[in-house]
């Protein structure tokens, strides 16, 4: 007992030194980016959208050639090509509206600050609690690729994680319809987590459900409102384009299948599986619900960036959150998976997608075993027999952790 208490002790100091390094070095790796040129970052065309929109009103924030004009006024020296346009939805501009009035480096470091807030906040509602040891996990976060690449650009990937974290916290504490409300960030970046509102449907969470359909309508009818029918087209047609473009789609199926009407048919169909997992699953725990989410839809998007892999981390940590089903093999995966992901830019898209198969298959086989239970387990949404109370819901935390 005393070797292994000490073999444990010892692997949590070398996990934290580990990731101490890690988030130290990529924290200098960002330092440097940004004094080498302060505009190399998508926050410069959220920026530039927001200030086209107070200009010449919200239906223009598309124009490639207001954007243009823009970033030249800016100094940015940023020249419009595949990459370098805005083609985020309105709540980004919208978002960066508040930081209009000054001046950009100050902008980019509070919305860069936001960011690093959200992502405590993600941890703080969703790493797996293993006590003191619980810091391992924000420090691995920070020295972990995704998350500096995203802080780096000032994606806003880190909002949309904390809207999920945010929901399944509410859901946990029988807030349910808040639940749903808190998935309104995903109008910021639909394709981080296009799946778990379905997934909390299918999970006989309805209440859930519904605050998702009422925050993602009301943000999605304001935003057609607010185009009208040019900035629409001009939408739709930017979004048509980045469809066509290779790194858009290099850490997707498309890899392997190439583009074309198989390949949705294959995404439609992980998606589809990824919700049947998570109606199996609602009976371990809502924990899983997520999880299955989050892995089905990263497999399913047929748009990713490296930096959008963060949502596979917060699958990650809640998987690990729902003790004790997160038994030795499922760190030793998660940590694999992690790795996998760490090194795509030497070895490549193929680990990462072939991890996240693995994740959906590892999750078929719990689902496929947990068939045919009947026994409610904390956090899931299993009802019980008719009249009967839900033991499950009984015994879910009535406080955020």
Known sequence: MVASSRWRNLGAAAGAATAALFAIFDLYQWALAYAGDRFHNDFTFYFAAARIGLTHGWGSIYDLALQQAQLDAMGSRITIAQLARYISPPPVAWSALPFTALPYEVAYWIWSALLLAAL?????????????????????????????????????????????????????????????????????????????????????EYRAFLGSVIALGVLGGASALALGGDGLHAYFDRLSFAAHVPVNSELTVAYFAGTGTATRVIQLTFAVWSLGLASLMRRRGIEWVYACAL???????????????????????????????????????????????????????????????????????????????????????????????????????????
Do not use: C
């Open 120 to 204: 405590g906040a993600t941890w703080w509602l969703a790493a797996p609690d293993v006590g003191r040891a619980r810091v391992i996990f924000l420090a691995a976060a920070l020295g972990w690729l995704p998350v500096i690449y995203g802080l780096q650009l000032g994606q806003p990937g880190l909002f949309v994680a904390l809207g999920v974290a945010g929901s399944y916290a509410l859901l946990n504490a029988q807030r349910p319809l808040w639940a749903g409300l808190a998935l309104g960030a995903l109008a910021l970046k639909p394709q981080l987590a296009f799946l778990v509102p379905l997934a909390l449907l299918v999970a006989r």
């Open 295 to 401: 892995v089905g839809g990263m497999v399913a998007t047929p748009y990713v960036h490296l930096d959008d892999l963060v949502m596979l981390g917060l699958a990650a940590w809640l998987v690990l959150r729902a003790r004790p089903a997160a038994g030795v093999w499922t760190w030793v995966y998660a940590l694999a998976a992690v790795l996998a992901v760490e090194g795509e830019p030497i070895w490549g898209p193929m680990p990462v997608i072939l991890a996240e198969f693995g994740a959906l298959i590892l999750l078929s086989g719990l689902a496929l075993k947990t068939g045919g239970w009947t026994e409610a387990r904390p956090g899931s949404s299993y009802e019980g027999a008719p009249g009967e109370p839900n033991p499950a819901r009984l015994a879910r935390r009535t406080t955020l952790p």
